[in-house]
């Protein structure tokens, strides 16, 4: 797998000062004109530094920034339940006949309110509980060399303190982070989160959603997150668990499976856990408990701005992501869970090898009971108008791929299609994993094919082959033409417009037989972008402006090049 073969570089390294007047100077260069300061308008508010904000404004949103109309029924996709928010208003689908649906405003006060005094916690970088005011996070940053703790409080305004995060931020030394070490509870019950000891990689100024800044993980950030109070008790068969924000990978990561939550003693047999795309690399969310490791749900994640989240009652879990929602029926167990971990996973089981979380969460939530379905659709539709999510729409990008794609390498999960929300509003899946191979892609494929049922204007990027050569695998080339053509030709079968990204000209790769296949239509994408020819931004990768030093990985420079470089050749078939 590319990568995890070498040492590990420096954040100075790929982010220093030249690398950054290079970058502006590139974009600014072939940007369309002011395609980049228009996807970061009002809805970001001000951002500075390193801060990546999305998603691109509500115009953006392929004309559904409006109130839902009678034709806004099954036939564009819609189902009973479903949730549309623009302008700070929500609306829920009572009726989705055709030619005469039918949508009800919904009241919303904010997401911690939804299940009222059952929700045990709610903690974040925003005001999740009505009237709440005071401390919400302690972050640390080193400044001339000495650790710094600032508390940022929320304000009588319901606002994170953006003063003092932008004074910390400005303090800190080059090339560290404001780490998150504790998330106070707005509940009132107390259940602070603190970071797990020795591994503080949770940032906070790194990402914004929505204009608000995010507790962010990534992959070069490192395994860690926050340690859940013992006193922190649910039911086993009767707890939520939520989230705000985005999520920038809906799979698995290197060698592991990311988990958002696990509730219990780590390692016990007593415990939950819900992770991502399970050791098939198949894109699904999975649920573990006393009854078996491993369930697989029908529940695919959005990288998108979303409400996320999992309720468990005696007949079994419900999941939601956006207007996605998903059961998994059967007889839970009893018995309580007490305390248990957010965004890490403690036992390092075969199955999970500490995976690095893959949020950008601007707010947590924990009820301490079974949810009714009000509660819950309370929660969604409340985070939506309060984060300006759109679950209404219908647009469908995936991304199938190994590490290039899926960010290994880079912080906070700011690969390149997650960046590529800053240009447009769609609902975006990536499900590349850092190394996989191509016969490994294949089983992605499912996941990408459940998300496009439904939606409208759906396109695929597909980006892999590396992998196939290592001694573990041995995988021929002919063998990765086949694969990437048998990947291809589902992803049309499934309505998607599919891009090819031919192979990078790094040493080892496949790239003279898939460039061939591509050339000679063998392939059959209906789209070829090819950024790493000769004269194109990414051709030399020994350019360690835009390369890691292994000379495979995209450095975050080079994801900010492969975001506007596929997006200019991608970007019109959501416009059609």
């Not at 302008?87 to 919303?108: F, I, K, L």
């Not at 998607?496 to 990204?501: G, K």
């Not at 000209?505 to 994408?525: E, L, M, Y």
């Amino acid at each position: 797998m590319p990568g995890r073969l070498h040492g590990p570089i420096t954040f100075r390294e790929q982010h220093d000062m030249k690398t950054r007047r290079q970058l502006a100077a590139f974009l600014a260069a072939i940007a369309a004109p002011s395609l980049v300061a228009r996807a970061q308008a009002a809805e970001c508010g001000p951002v500075g530094g390193d801060t990546v904000c999305i998603p691109a404004p509500d115009h953006a949103g392929a004309g559904l920034d409006r109130a839902p109309r009678r034709d806004d029924d099954s036939r564009r996709g819609y189902g009973v339940g479903d949730l549309w928010q623009a302008s700070g208003r929500a609306w829920r689908a009572v009726s989705v006949a055709p030619g005469d649906a039918r949508w009800e405003n919904v009241a919303v006060r904010l997401p911690g309110d939804a299940f009222g005094s059952h929700t045990v916690f709610a903690g974040g970088p925003m005001r999740l509980v009505s009237g709440y005011a005071g401390p919400a996070l302690d972050i640390e940053t080193v400044s001339a060399g000495q650790t710094v703790t600032t508390t940022l409080a929320i304000g009588g305004d319901g606002r994170l303190d953006g003063a003092a995060l932008q004074h910390a931020l400005s303090a800190r030394d080059p090339g560290t982070f404001a780490n998150v070490v504790r998330v106070y509870d707005q509940s009132g019950h107390g259940n602070h989160l603190a970071a797990t000891p020795g591994q503080h990689v949770v940032h906070i100024g790194a990402v914004r959603v929505g204009g608000i800044d995010t507790l962010s993980w990534g992959e070069e950030n490192g395994a860690g997150g926050f340690v859940l109070p013992a006193g922190l008790k649910v039911a086993a068969d009767g707890f939520f668990f939520g989230t705000t924000g985005t999520y920038a990978s809906s799979n698995s990561g290197n060698a592991a499976v990311p988990v958002p939550v696990l509730f219990g003693a780590a390692g016990s047999g007593k415990e939950f856990k819900a992770f991502m795309g399970s050791y098939t690399l198949d894109g699904f969310v999975h649920v573990a408990d006393t009854r078996s490791p491993d369930l697989r749900t029908d529940m695919v994640v959005t990288s998108s701005p979303a409400a996320t989240g999992v309720a468990a009652s005696p007949g079994g879990y419900t999941l939601q992501a956006g207007n996605a929602r998903a059961t998994l029926p059967g007889m839970l167990p009893g018995g309580t869970l007490s305390g248990g971990y957010i965004g890490y996973n403690a036992d390092g089981g075969p199955w999970f090898v500490q995976g690095r979380n893959t949020g950008q969460w601007t707010g947590i939530v924990i009820a301490d009971h079974a949810p009714a379905a009000a509660e819950t659709q309370a929660f969604a539709a409340s985070a939506a108008v309060a984060g300006d999510y759109m679950p209404q729409l219908r647009d469908v990008f995936v991304a199938i791929g190994d590490s290039r794609t899926e960010g290994f390498r880079v912080h906070d999960g700011r690969n390149w299609p997650y960046l590529m929300q800053r240009f447009a509003r769609y609902q975006s899946y990536d499900f590349a994993v850092s190394g996989a191979t191509t016969r490994q892609m294949l089983d992605m494929l499912p996941a990408a094919e459940t998300v496009a049922r439904g939606a409208a204007r759906k396109v695929a990027v597909v980006f892999g082959g590396y992998n196939d050569h290592l001694p573990a695998y041995n995988i021929s080339a002919a063998d990765t033409v086949r694969n990437l053509t048998r990947i291809v030709s589902r992803l049309k079968a499934a309505g998607y417009t599919v891009a090819i990204i031919d192979e990078a000209q790094t040493n080892g790769s496949p790239r003279a037989a898939v460039h061939d296949a591509i050339a000679k239509g063998a392939i059959g994408a209906d789209i070829t972008i090819d950024p790493f020819a000769a004269g194109q931004p990414l051709a030399n990768v020994l350019d360690h402006e835009t390369w890691d030093p292994d000379t495979t990985h995209p450095n975050q420079a080079g994801h900010e090049i492969m975001a506007k470089y596929v997006w200019d050749r991608i970007g019109t078939l959501f416009s059609k």
